[in-house]
């Protein structure tokens, strides 16, 4: 059974630090390019960040560069990914969803190629 389980949300001060994690099994997502998405309310849900497979190329959205970093780390059974985010702002508040590729190829920057998402997690920023 396919599972990707994101954790680490909360609420914080804007200029805070926080560090999501997701925890994909079922399936060899080391295989597969790995991403995280943000939903606000009343918005679409929108890219934030991608990974390869390898971990060797990462991409992100122009809203947050230079502020949020994605990894990944491929263990035996179970893939993490991870999302530190710094320097946070109100406007990041939404829920950060975690989400593995279609294919092994296609990077996951839209929602088009994601074929497993996570439950979501909600990140709050306080000004």
């Known amino acids: 059974q396919v599972q990707l389980v994101e954790s680490g949300g909360g609420l914080v001060q804007a200029g805070g630090s926080l560090r999501l994690s997701c925890a994909a099994s079922?399936?060899?997502?080391?295989?597969?390019?790995m991403g995280w998405f943000r939903q606000a309310p009343g918005k679409e849900r929108d890219f934030v960040a991608a990974i390869t497979w390898s971990g060797g190329m990462t991409y992100y959205a122009d809203s947050v560069k230079g502020r949020f970093t994605i990894s990944r780390d491929n263990a035996k059974n179970t893939v993490y990914l991870y999302l530190q985010m710094n320097s946070l702002k109100p406007e990041d508040t939404a829920v950060y969803y975690c989400?593995?590729?279609?294919?092994?190829?296609?990077?996951?920057?839209?929602?088009?190629?994601?074929?497993?998402w996570g439950q979501g997690t909600q990140v709050t920023v306080s000004s």
């Open positions: 079922g399936r060899t997502f080391s295989n597969y390019p």
């Open positions: 989400a593995a590729g279609k294919n092994t190829i296609a990077v996951v920057n839209t929602a088009q190629r994601v074929g497993s």
